[in-house]
């Protein structure tokens, strides 16, 4: 790759502003109390806001400042590998699905990351310097007359979420990228359209700096601008749909390996779809009046951000830990830990819907009145699911920990995929990855289907000349 | 008709033998992506457990965890958590998770280490100083 | 080379699952494709990509100046200290020995070896130049709060001291690269890619700048 140095670089900034994030634990009276939105002027005024909201929100600035500037890093690296640094043979359209959602997610990453920082810096600045870049004048704390004036809370808003709905995309398209590798590889045949998939994700990646407004309906923004935002939102749904149904209607007709990798890469699927059919009553402002900030809010992204991609990243580990340790991942436990995971988090995520349509709001950790009181019930459902579910994950660390260990030893390509990374001499790869030839690449990535000397399917690496139906036709 | 494969040999640099290098400030892109893996775990593992805190209070107001005050002695008086303690939690579970989690996991940790598969080092086809001469 | 090879027992489970009806892309037989062996230096790649993001940054910069400005009726016109004309020139002028000696580096990798000498003589005056306009800069500071205006006092003396401070700070980056092309060309590993990277991003700091007087002369 071409700046190693800067790559390790941005692994331990990552690693400092995690220690940073943690650190406000131990610090004055704890972590910052604002959510991790940290809207003004709450997150401005400093400790007079509450415990936490002096030293903790200072710590959550310099490290969420220092992660930015870690993944920027990282971005960098990722973009100038995609453009210049391609093997012989491989050109963009030869790449992978995950290696094309990785690329548009560092693309992303620059221009996202790179405005939350100097918000961030503004942030640290009206705390430690006393300006008023985010907390107007005339504010009444305590009854006490904050000394800060003139600044604006909206501006807050429209900084960090100009990152941070890109932001959830960053979080969500690799995901995408890698369930779509996993299940070409397990269906043994490729996308009904590996461009239009491209494409789409492209167009999440560019629509995505247009939507951020939708988190501000209520904020008190000009309600013009609300309609503006919403149109871009709903807009935004159709490269989603488009993607989803790329993927179930490649999925029609094939046959199904269900190793545990894809059983991650279906249930990927399904709570994307589930969580994102939320989003569109979300993204009207009139709907959004009364589910803003409710618990309709938290299952929304919880499923179509949190879940989705913990089962991408899932389906990852079960897909590619072979590769990375030699070993075998435990297909009994694999399957256990999937389906005891993918009920619970509908156990726990599915009530929330209903707890936002009838009024409970979000960020109340108690309830008082005869209306939420009558909730309390489905909330202690919901924790029994969630401390179920959470055990659950015990068997994949016991799983992951294990077969690093004591796993069957892997073959070189367990799962009969044709792309690069199954192809390096041995497995674990050695330290230069392809040994002492470099790879050349012949096909395109997902030549499955096919007959060939190795069985359905060509690595991208042979020169093997193939027949397929293309050529009948 | 194809081409014969160019057996290109790569200028490539020694593996690293002290420890340091080879498992701490490593240069190695799998490494580093290893190196995130467990990062994201460490702070997926620490954020769950603070969804745990929160949804042991949101179902149960008043529940006297144990050790909670262990965690924030102004938090948890008693063991009980404040309502300024369950921000404070609800907070920091969201950062870590949206943060550390689902950014570092599937971007940072699987794309240093199989983006790098997609790709070769650039070849240099000659000895470093015909390397200066050409860029 | 078989074009059809029958392929020795493939398992049923995995047979025959189709190949997408052949639809979805231009199947492969087995030929590279006219791939252009040439790609950009990942050197000049990468510097490009840095300045973008260090755009985005800037731009962050800029829309929150032009929203705060607007926000309350606290705007209180300040006048630039004159030096900052002055670090202007100089920074004009360290980017212009900058390519002299950038060029006279190129030539000097070229075929006819020249003296290592020139080129470097022209990447110190650079450095020189550089490092006085970050002197400058401070004294800009000095005189501000002279006149009474520190960070805190109003927002266009925040908006000022943190514009200023954050294009130091990348000037700042931009001499340490210079420290490392110079060290690099004296011990005669430099490439020129390297060279052309720390260039542009030089220059680039001359347009930030050039962008940011005129922001800070206009709204501030």
Request: proline share 6%; glycine share 8%.
């Amino acid at each position: 790759m071409p700046f190693p140095h800067i790559n390790m670089s941005s692994f331990w900034v990552t690693f400092a502003a995690f220690l940073a994030l943690v650190a406000s634990f131990f610090v004055g009276d704890g972590p910052t109390l604002g959510g991790w939105t940290q809207y003004a002027p709450l997150s401005a005024v400093g400790s007079v806001g509450g415990p936490g909201e002096g030293t903790g929100v200072v710590l959550w600035a310099v490290s969420i400042g220092l992660f930015c500037v870690g993944q920027l890093l990282g971005s960098l690296n990722f973009i100038t590998t995609t453009l210049d640094m391609r093997t012989r043979g491989m050109s963009l359209w030869r790449l992978p699905l995950s290696s094309w959602a990785w690329f548009i997610t560092s693309c992303m990453g620059l221009t996202a990351f790179a405005v939350l920082m100097p918000a961030c810096i503004l942030l640290i600045l009206d705390h430690v310097a006393g300006t008023s870049f985010f907390v107007p004048s005339n504010l009444v704390i305590n009854d006490q007359l904050q000394p800060h004036s003139g600044g604006s809370t909206l501006l807050w808003q429209h900084l960090f979420w100009f990152f941070g709905h890109p932001e959830v995309y960053i979080a969500i398209i690799p995901g995408m990228g890698i369930v779509s590798h996993v299940l070409i590889t397990n269906m043994r045949k490729p996308m009904l359209s590996h461009r239009v998939l491209i494409y789409s994700m492209g167009a999440l990646a560019v629509l995505s700096y247009m939507v951020y407004g939708h988190h501000m309906f209520v904020s008190g923004m000009n309600p013009i601008s609300s309609l503006a935002f919403s149109f871009p939102t709903l807009i935004i749904t159709i490269p989603s749909t488009i993607v989803v149904l790329i993927w179930l209607g490649s999925l029609y007709g094939a046959k199904l390996q269900l190793n545990s990798a894809c059983l991650f890469a279906l249930g990927f699927i399904s709570m994307f779809i589930t969580g994102g059919v939320s989003g569109f009553f979300l993204a009207q402002p009139s709907v959004d009046i009364m589910l803003h900030a409710t618990y309709f809010v938290v299952g929304h992204f919880h499923m179509v951000m949190g879940v989705a991609a913990m089962f991408g990243i899932f389906a990852g580990t079960y897909f590619w830990f072979p590769k990375m340790f030699g070993r075998m991942m435990n297909e009994t436990l694999g399957k256990l830990h999937f389906w005891l995971t993918f009920v619970g988090t509908y156990a726990i995520f599915m009530p929330f819907h209903y707890l936002g349509l009838a009024g409970n709001v979000r960020r109340y950790q108690a309830f008082v009145n005869d209306y939420t009181q009558r909730l309390i019930p489905v909330h202690q459902f919901i924790t029994i699911a969630a401390l179920f579910t959470g055990a659950v994950q015990l068997i994949f660390l016991y799983n992951l920990f294990h077969s690093r260990f004591w796993g069957t030893p892997a073959p070189d390509n367990p799962w009969e995929g044709t792309s690069l990374e199954w192809s390096t001499p041995t497995t674990p790869p050695p330290h230069n990855n392809f040994g002492d030839t470099l790879p050349v690449v012949y096909h395109d990535p997902y030549q499955y289907g096919v007959e060939s000397s190795t069985g359905d399917y060509v690595m991208q690496t042979s020169p093997e000349q193939v027949k397929t139906a293309h050529d009948e036709a | 008709m194809h081409d014969t494969p160019a057996h290109a040999h790569v200028a490539h640099h020694a593996p690293p033998t002290s420890f340091i290098r080879k498992y701490v400030f490593s240069l190695d892109h799998k490494v580093i992506g290893k190196q995130y893996y467990g990062l994201a775990l460490v702070a997926v593992v620490f954020g769950m457990f603070l969804s745990w805190l929160m949804r042991l209070h949101l179902g149960w107001t008043n529940l006297a965890i144990p050790g909670l005050h262990l965690l924030s002695e102004n938090g948890a008086p008693g063991n009980i958590m404040t309502p300024e303690f369950y921000l404070q939690l609800m907070t920091m579970h969201a950062t870590l998770m949206v943060f550390f989690v689902l950014t570092t996991a599937p971007f940072a940790a699987f794309g240093n280490y199989f983006f790098r598969f997609r790709w070769a080092p650039k070849i240099c086809p000659s000895p470093i100083s015909t390397c200066l001469r050409s860029g | 080379m078989a074009t059809t090879i029958q392929p020795p027992g493939i398992e049923e489970r995995r047979a025959g699952s189709g190949n997408g009806g052949g639809r979805n892309f231009t199947p492969t037989h087995g030929r590279l494709p006219a791939v252009k062996d040439y790609s950009p230096p990942p050197a000049s790649t990468g510097i490009w990509v840095l300045l973008f993001s260090i755009s985005m940054t800037f731009l962050a910069l800029t829309s929150a100046l032009i929203v705060r400005q607007g926000a309350a009726l606290d705007w209180q016109h300040l006048t630039l200290p004159r030096i900052l004309y002055f670090n202007t020139v100089v920074l004009l002028a360290s980017s212009i020995t900058l390519e002299v000696g950038r060029r006279k580096a190129a030539a000097y990798l070229g075929p006819v070896a020249k003296s290592v000498l020139q080129p470097a003589r022209w990447l110190y005056i650079t450095l020189v130049l550089g490092m006085l306009f970050v002197a400058g800069q401070y004294i800009a500071w000095l005189q501000l709060r002279a006149q009474g205006l520190y960070l805190a006092t109003n927002p266009n003396s925040s908006f000022f001291y943190l514009l200023t401070a954050m294009h130091a700070l990348h000037v700042f980056g931009g001499l340490g690269g210079l420290v490392r092309v110079i060290r690099k060309l004296n011990r005669s590993v430099l490439r020129k890619t390297t060279l052309d990277a720390t260039a542009r991003y030089w220059h680039f700091m001359d347009v930030l700048w050039i962008y940011l007087l005129w922001l800070l002369w206009t709204r501030i």
